[in-house]
């Protein structure tokens, strides 16, 4: 069973930043892993994805002010977050799909964590 408790959110002024992590635990993991925000009354929204082969993408809203790694010694995947602005506010929540590597890469998340409250202030 993949484990997966992130840390790192807060409270932070605009235009700051913070670094999210995620460590998975219970299994040594590769896969297909993500970011998502989730804000009250709104659906999830996927944030920073990362593949099996390490190819990343990301939301538009967020391109070019965050970025996500994986270290897959550490089993921890993480998210910096730079320029932030008053639209990121949110839970922030680790994803990860079934194990996988190369070409054979699920991509359903299965495992999810509870979050990290991030809130951005003028």
């Known amino acids: 069973q993949v484990q997966l408790v992130e840390s790192g959110g807060g409270s932070v002024q605009a235009g700051g930043s913070l670094s999210l992590s995620c460590a998975v635990s219970g299994h040594t993991y590769s896969g297909f892993m993500a970011w998502f925000r989730q804000d009250p009354g709104k659906a999830r929204e996927g944030i920073a994805f990362?593949?099996?082969?390490?190819?990343?993408s990301y939301a538009d809203s967020v391109k070019g002010r965050f970025a996500i790694s994986k270290d897959n010694g550490k089993n921890t995947l993480y998210l910096q977050m730079n320029n932030l602005e008053l639209e990121d506010t949110g839970m922030y929540v680790c994803?990860?799909?079934?194990?996988?590597?190369?070409?054979?890469?699920?991509?359903?998340?299965?495992?999810w964590g509870r979050g990290t409250q991030v809130t951005v202030s003028v």
């Open positions: 994803a990860a799909a079934a194990p996988g590597s190369g070409d054979f890469c699920p991509n359903e998340f299965l495992f």
């Open positions: 990362i593949e099996c082969d390490g190819r990343k």
